[in-house]
């Protein structure tokens, strides 16, 4: 199965919502979901943590997976990097179409249109609508942490992106105040759900906080998504008004596997209020309209590579610890805090503090956690993680160096430092999850042969002297052939008698091995499916 269902139309009841055009406005497409800013932390770090405790709910392993160990393609996600090599410029371009791309450098004056003011989030921002590019959220940078929430937006969409998710187009963009108009009578709601007037000297205020360059002005532009949008979506359960969903959200791989994603990033913000659900209808002319199906997005990455709060004691505790945790409580409890923490020896990067506490050396791939509790991020297997970490090899030195770069840093070394992390943090989960359950994949077969690639090998996990490839047919051992850099074949005999085979593949290193089931027909063999056992 490659590709998932949830992707082929549905048509659902249609019902009345009016609008200040239409009040007989018609629309059939799901109901839009509103999540309260506060309630999913409360919920998440309070009330589930104790229903737990009395639920008989054992966290099995992912239920959305094929016979080759993948996720198909699907409304969630879509394989890109893991199947398909990207070039620099593709993982640069990221989810942006190049008619999205604004020309900030010759915008005119009066000519960006200010619709809306951003109504809530952290960082300020404003609506510009364009006639022929469409809406955009403009968000500004921090004068804490110049440029780094901009570059985080850009640079964890285009990783989101590579790695299969759907996000927006995100750009970084430089231009005059000169070029925005100011539409009157625009009213935004904040993070407390206080309306207030957005006028010029709420535009004065965005404009001021964020980074400049020279007479120009450093912001962040979103594109507007496509369809209808619904609100975000929950890590957990499903959503009751779209037929496609049928799988629990925390029982999906991709979003139990988006933790290692997070943690190499430090996307510790992911959470239900980041991401955002569009009903994509049929007719594109009428995104209320049916058949259509339900798209799930990433969205706001600005809070990675080492985004900080205003209270220094919980900037440190990102990554370690949650906000509210249980657990470090109770120990902290028991040993009466005397224990010296992880957290207690961070420290920000001499030159480079924008970054915050983002660094390689206090990193734990295994045990980072995020803001608070996220339920398909708690119920990540080893095989969710091996299967991130896999898509993960796939980002080269080059390709993590060409992220850094997207970050636009005025300051010398900034985008250096940043490959270095994280280079460094992807080595990191790479040496913890490739090395356990097998990381041999890309397997094909080709004229009787069974051929493969090592993700360890091709990304020097280890040094390549250390790899040495076998493989076997029951007790019988296969000849093997050493291609170089992670690639290699396993001859199959040509005297098979039974219709079906398994092959056992060994790289040397991991611990776990790789078992392919095979067919042999008509003189040829086919690939059935791919096991990778836990190891003995």
């Not at 008004?241 to 992911?270: S, T, Y």
């Not at 969710?384 to 997207?406: H, Y």
Request: charged share 25%.
């Amino acid at each position: 199965m490659a590709r998932d269902t949830d992707l082929d139309p549905v048509t659902l009841p249609c019902r009345v919502e009016p609008t200040k055009k239409d009040p007989k406005h018609i629309v059939c497409a799901p109901e839009v979901y509103v999540s309260p800013l506060a309630w999913d932390g409360i919920n998440n770090s309070v009330f589930r943590p104790l229903a737990r405790v009395f639920a008989v709910d054992p966290a099995g392993e992912a239920v959305n997976v094929n016979s080759f160990d993948e996720v198909p393609d699907s409304a969630w996600f879509t394989n890109r990097i893991g199947v398909n090599p990207l070039t620099i410029e593709e993982l640069m371009r990221g989810a942006c179409d190049p008619k999205l791309i604004l020309d900030d450098e010759n915008a005119q004056n009066a000519t960006w249109i200010i619709d809306q003011g951003k109504p809530n989030g952290a960082s300020p921002g404003f609506r510009v609508n364009l006639p022929v590019q469409g809406k955009y959220m403009f968000k500004a940078d921090s004068k804490e942490q110049p440029e780094r929430p901009s570059a985080a937006s850009v640079i964890g969409a285009a990783a989101y992106n590579a790695v299969g998710f759907f996000t927006s187009c995100e750009q970084i963009v430089y231009f005059k105040p000169s070029a925005l108009k100011l539409t009157l009578g625009l009213r935004y709601e904040n993070n407390s759900g206080i309306e207030r007037n957005f006028d010029q000297a709420a535009l004065n205020a965005v404009l001021d906080e964020t980074a400049k360059n020279g007479d120009r002005v450093r912001m962040q532009a979103s594109a507007w998504l496509p369809g209808r949008l619904l609100g975000p979506f929950r890590y957990d359960g499903r959503r009751g008004d779209d037929p496609n969903d049928v799988i629990d959200h925390e029982d999906r791989r991709e979003l139990r596997g988006g933790r290692l994603l997070a943690a190499w990033l430090h996307h510790f913000d992911a959470r239900e209020q980041n991401s955002m659900d569009s009903w994509i209808a049929n007719d594109t002319k009428n995104p209320d309209s049916s058949p259509g199906y339900v798209r799930h997005y990433y969205l706001d990455t600005s809070d990675c590579l080492g985004s900080e709060w205003a209270w220094d004691a919980i900037s440190r505790r990102f990554g370690h610890s949650y906000v509210l945790d249980w657990g470090d409580i109770g120990q902290d409890f028991i040993t009466l805090g005397i224990p010296e923490r992880a957290w207690e020896r961070e420290r920000r990067a001499p030159g480079h503090e924008i970054f915050g506490y983002y660094n390689v050396k206090n990193f734990d791939a295994e045990g980072w956690k995020n803001e608070y509790p996220n339920p398909a991020f708690s119920r990540m297997s080893e095989r969710d993680g091996a299967w991130m970490a896999r898509i993960l090899s796939r980002f080269t030195p080059e390709m993590v160096g060409a992220l850094a770069k997207m970050g636009e840093f005025s300051k010398p070394g900034d985008t250096e430092y940043l490959a270095s992390v994280l280079e460094g943090r992807l080595e990191k989960i790479l040496e913890r999850y490739l090395l356990y359950l097998s990381p041999i994949a890309d397997l094909r077969v080709d004229k009787g042969n069974l051929c493969a690639t090592d993700l360890a090998a091709k990304r020097a996990v280890r040094p390549a002297t250390a790899f040495r490839y076998s493989a076997a047919l029951g007790d019988r051992n296969l000849e093997v052939r050493d291609l170089g850099n992670g690639a290699f074949c396993a001859t199959l005999p040509a005297d098979a008698k039974e219709p079906y085979m398994q092959v056992t593949l060994w790289d040397g290193v991991a611990k776990g091995r790789l078992v392919a089931h095979l067919y042999a027909k008509g003189g040829g063999y086919f690939l059935a499916g791919l096991e990778r056992p836990e190891p003995r």
